[in-house]
């Protein structure tokens, strides 16, 4: 290979550069419109977000293209802040109802302490139609829980294939009551309501270690 063929291969360092830069203000302006939300409410006006941010709006879509993709990086955002808050309070725990718990602890906690961001996310209007933020934030959370659930599952010996539609189901049937907890002001306590839900759903989980041992059941084969 001759030096101008190098040339031509080797990266281009200003360009990685640019694209570490472009994705480090990305980041920036994400949590600078989350705070924003948290100050103005869940229904912000774009103009109110970046005059709260500190820039100008043209500068946002600089870097988001328009309002549905900025409103969609804020919504990933959010949804992966849930997943790492999940993930250390599920690993702190070792018997599998506690489990349970914890995920749907750490997901309260999450909603109680940042509402406006939470509602933002989960009630996001004048979005365009080919932008779902819920849907998105929903595939975030219930993929970083299938793969902690398929984590335990693999630890007791059990098939992981059942991890990602139980963490959809367990996803949608928390956010659903989530949701009615704070917009009937939290009417129970939080320990309490995740209680009530770990009890609920523990009855199919408990079911886990039982079906491994039935033919055809979730236990680990060779196929």
Do not use: C
Request: hydrophobic residues 45%.
């Amino acid at each position: 290979m001759n030096a101008v063929d190098e040339g031509v291969n080797r990266p281009d360092g200003r360009s990685r550069r640019w694209a570490d830069h472009r994705e480090r203000r990305r980041a920036e302006l994400v949590e600078a419109v989350m705070e924003a939300i948290r100050e103005l409410g869940p229904e912000p006006g774009i103009d109110a977000v970046a005059a709260h941010a500190g820039v100008s709006k043209p500068v946002l879509y600089r870097y988001f293209t328009d309002k549905s993709g900025l409103w969609l990086a804020v919504g990933r955002q959010a949804a992966a802040s849930v997943v790492e808050a999940i993930a250390p309070a599920v690993a702190a725990v070792r018997e599998e109802r506690d489990v349970v718990v914890a995920a749907i602890d750490a997901y309260l906690a999450f909603i109680e302490a940042d509402p406006h961001v939470y509602r933002f996310v989960v009630h996001q209007r004048g979005i365009a139609r080919d932008t779902d933020v819920v849907t998105d934030a929903m595939d975030t959370v219930a993929s970083g829980l299938a793969r902690i659930l398929g984590d335990r599952l693999r630890a007791l010996g059990l098939d992981s294939g059942p991890a990602l539609p139980w963490a959809y189901g367990l996803v949608g049937y928390v956010q659903t009551t989530g949701d009615w907890w704070l917009r009937r002001q939290q009417p129970i306590s939080r320990a309490a309501l995740a209680d009530y839900l770990a009890t609920f759903l523990w009855g199919g989980i408990a079911g886990i270690r039982a079906a491994a041992d039935t033919p055809g059941g979730l236990a680990v084969t060779g196929r």
